[in-house]
């Protein structure tokens, strides 16, 4: 059973500050993994994938992973009110033809002004 | 550069009727998803293909639903005899064959079974 696992929330930040965003999986053999931002009643928007251990900065965003403890952060510096959404974390599969993503449930950010 | 278009964005039906829902994915994609989206909820996979080739169905996935892209291009995704359970998002992706599989999501098909 594939499974990744978000706090729901909610997460409120004051204006400028980090959003600190987090994400666990049980699919030790998932490759590559995606943070989505959703605005309410709109489709997921791809902020940004990582698929190595470590960081990888875009921006204001930074994506974190650790494979060894199977966890998957982002961090939102400077946080803005217009970043406030809900944020999905993705894993892909790890065998051959499972391209699919499994999404967490979500995590509500606000920022607050 | 177009995105992800679906088509309708919201379909009201009755309990018992049969609903279509198209995806045009980004042009140079040959692969496509679909997902169902609850309120609360992360999305749920489906199924996806590679260009006209259906390669993966969700094991959840009643015999009620079915997908086609009969030529690698568009897909629909036919609900039949719709339940109040299948009122969801209903979301298309696509991605371009390679390391990362990146997918877009186009805007969603938003569904209400009365």
């Known amino acids: 059973q594939k499974e990744v696992e978000q706090n729901s929330g909610p997460l409120s930040v004051p204006e400028g500050a980090i959003a600190s965003l987090n994400c666990t999986y049980s699919d030790r053999g998932s490759q590559s993994f995606f943070w989505y931002r959703q605005y309410s009643g709109k489709s997921p928007e791809l902020i940004m994938f990582?698929?190595?251990?470590g960081d990888k900065e875009d921006g204001r965003f930074t994506a974190q992973l650790n494979k060894a403890s199977q966890y998957v952060s982002l961090l939102i510096r400077d946080s803005q009110p217009s970043d406030s959404a809900t944020y999905l974390c993705?894993?892909?599969?790890?065998?051959?033809?499972?391209?699919?993503?499994?999404f967490g449930s979500g995590t509500q950010l606000t920022v607050l002004p | 550069d177009t995105g992800v278009s679906q088509d309708p964005r919201h379909k009201i039906t009755k309990r018992g009727q049969n609903v279509t829902f198209r995806c045009d994915p980004i042009?140079?994609?040959?692969?496509l998803y679909w997902y169902r989206q609850t309120l609360g909820q992360g999305p749920e996979f489906l199924t996806y293909?590679?260009?006209?080739?259906?390669?993966?169905k969700s094991r959840l996935l009643s015999d009620r639903f079915s997908a086609e892209r009969p030529k690698g291009s568009f897909s629909t995704l036919e609900i039949q005899r719709t339940e109040q359970g299948d009122s969801a998002m209903y979301l298309c992706a696509s991605s371009l064959m390679g390391s990362t599989d990146t997918q877009y999501f186009g805007p969603g098909t938003r569904l209400t079974v009365l």
């Open positions: 293909f590679q260009n006209e080739a259906q390669l993966e």
């Open positions: 990582i698929y190595s251990n």
């Open positions: 993705a894993v892909m599969g790890s065998s051959g033809s499972a391209r699919q993503l499994t």
């Open positions: 042009s140079e994609h040959n692969r």
